[in-house]
């Protein structure tokens, strides 16, 4: 909670952001990032098409229940993708060769999401999102990514599939939410475009003993 509190404060601009220029400063950044964007891109959406029926959908377990589902999918797809485009300024900026920076997403989305403890989800299907992110790192097009919204999609896709809303309501609101998805993530590659230290956060991970040189 205090990670997406401090996520809203820097969108605002009441928090400055530090450079990245480790390792754990890199996973730190996607960790925030992502709660931050999935989590508001959520709640947002489930209130508006609410209304003032609002509070009291959370008294319904079910809602409850499934609202909690989509947390974890959406979470783990905006993961993914922040992953890649991550990857994607070190490959620009660091050298890397392509299978080095599918081994680097693969590194960061076990790094990340094998180290929640979560039951609101079958921990099989938590992994298997994991598996998605590296399947795409391993024929990604770094250059398109690198550049604008391509890495993006899934969590996009994530949202509309998995928000606790009536299929027929989703089909009218499908541009305005995708949109509302698309339009905070620009932020995001913004800050981390101009926070990450690519030749430092790979040197660094090099020090860890991950093998990792910055101008392989």
């Known amino acids: 909670m205090i990670s997406i509190l401090k996520s809203m404060l820097r969108t605002i601009g009441l928090l400055s952001d530090p450079p990245v220029e480790t390792r754990q400063q890199l996973i730190d950044f996607i960790d925030t990032r992502a709660a931050y964007v999935s989590q508001v891109t959520l709640y947002t959406y489930v209130k508006a098409r609410a209304g003032t029926q609002y509070p009291k959908l959370f008294q319904n377990t079910d809602f409850l229940t499934s609202l909690r589902i989509a947390r974890w999918h959406i979470y783990g797809a905006a993961i993914c993708d922040l992953s890649l485009f991550a990857v994607a300024q070190l490959k620009r900026g660091g050298g890397l060769n392509k299978q080095k920076a599918s081994d680097l997403v693969a590194e960061l989305l076990d790094g990340i999401l094998l180290d929640y403890q979560q039951d609101d989800i079958d921990p099989n299907l938590f992994a298997a999102m994991g598996d998605k992110g590296k399947q795409r790192a391993a024929f990604a097009d770094w250059d398109l990514i690198a550049d604008g919204a391509a890495a993006f999609q899934s969590s996009s896709d994530a949202v509309f599939r998995w928000a606790p809303i009536a299929d027929e309501l989703k089909n009218d609101d499908e541009e305005i939410v995708r949109n509302s998805i698309h339009l905070r993530w620009i932020g995001v590659r913004r800050d981390l475009k101009a926070l990450i ?11 860890a003993g991950r093998g990792y040189p910055p101008s392989i």
């Open 197 to 207: 230290k690519p030749d430092l956060v790979l040197a660094d991970w090099q020090r």
